[in-house]
């Protein structure tokens, strides 16, 4: 992780090094943008092309959710086992809770892989902010979300047209009424530029807001529980520590939600694009 700017006091040390507490002549310095920002574990990042440790988390955690289903679900049986039972849990609660309540079992069935592996690979990548060593949520990166909601974006534009037709696509997207008279235009036109520019953008930031704040509180309080461990300060620390603790068990609860957040609202997008009346 690349390291802030250091004091121009050459005495001024960072808060989270291991010598710095409050007392002893050290300021604290307060997570930011720069706690996001990874030098590459390999290649330039000068040239663009590098991967980092954002980059890393990502690809193990494709794998660790590929292996995991492939594990379960390799030799299934009548009687499912521990791992398959934990499996067709997760799977059903997706397809039954989300894809078929909003989109209904026949139009939805074949929608449930893409939704499901959305919600589970969000979900790893949100994860990964809790787990020691990693200890960093990857959709806390804006480009993440971006190309997960991009996809979604492209895979309901082209439903849309696919199912209504080229005039009928943009009646979808704007939802136009002829029974509203001459405001049916301007409230179209305001449905039109909120449907195909704000939900896309809304679709990634309301994850990677999330995300990115839930991480920058984790980190606060944190350093914040080392950096008071001096003198009166201990009494402090405890506090901070216990709300580390609190920040901890609330992310996973936002995490999981906002992975299901995510799929419920892309279920919904393309609801909308199949459906017949609007």
């Not at 920002?37 to 990502?58: R, T």
């Not at 193990?60 to 499912?80: C, H, T």
């Not at 991009?150 to 979808?172: C, D, E, M, P, Q």
Request: glycine share 8%.
């Amino acid at each position: 992780m690349k390291e802030p700017a250091v004091s121009a006091d050459p005495t001024q040390v960072l808060a989270f090094e291991t010598d710095c507490h409050i007392f002893s002549g050290c300021g604290f310095d307060a997570p930011g943008l720069h706690s996001f920002l990874f030098e590459p574990l390999w290649g330039d990042a000068d040239s663009n092309l590098y991967f980092n440790k954002p980059m890393l988390l990502a690809l193990l955690g494709s794998i660790i959710i590929v292996g995991f289903f492939w594990a379960a679900f390799r030799k299934p049986k009548v009687v499912p086992g521990k791992l398959q039972m934990v499996a067709e849990t997760g799977y059903d609660f997706i397809r039954r809770g989300v894809v078929y309540e909003t989109m209904g079992k026949r139009e939805g069935e074949k929608y449930v892989p893409l939704v499901v592996s959305l919600f589970f690979f969000v979900w790893m990548m949100n994860l990964w902010s809790i787990i020691p060593v990693a200890q960093f949520p990857v959709t806390s990166i804006i480009a993440y979300p971006a190309v997960l909601a991009i996809i979604v974006y492209i895979l309901w534009v082209s439903l849309t047209f696919k199912r209504h037709g080229f005039v009928g696509a943009f009646k979808n997207f704007s939802h136009f009424d002829k029974s509203l008279g001459g405001v049916a235009y301007l409230a179209g036109a305001i449905e039109l530029f909120s449907s195909l520019l704000v939900r896309p953008f809304t679709h990634a930031v309301r994850l990677f807001a999330n995300m990115f704040a839930g991480h920058t509180l984790l980190l606060l309080f944190t350093i914040a529980s080392w950096y008071l461990l001096n003198g009166i300060g201990f009494a402090y620390a405890g506090v901070s520590f216990v709300m580390t603790i609190v920040m901890t068990a609330f992310e996973l609860f936002i995490q999981a939600l906002q992975a299901y957040v995510f799929v419920l609202l892309t279920c919904t997008y393309i609801q909308g694009a199949l459906a017949e009346d609007h």
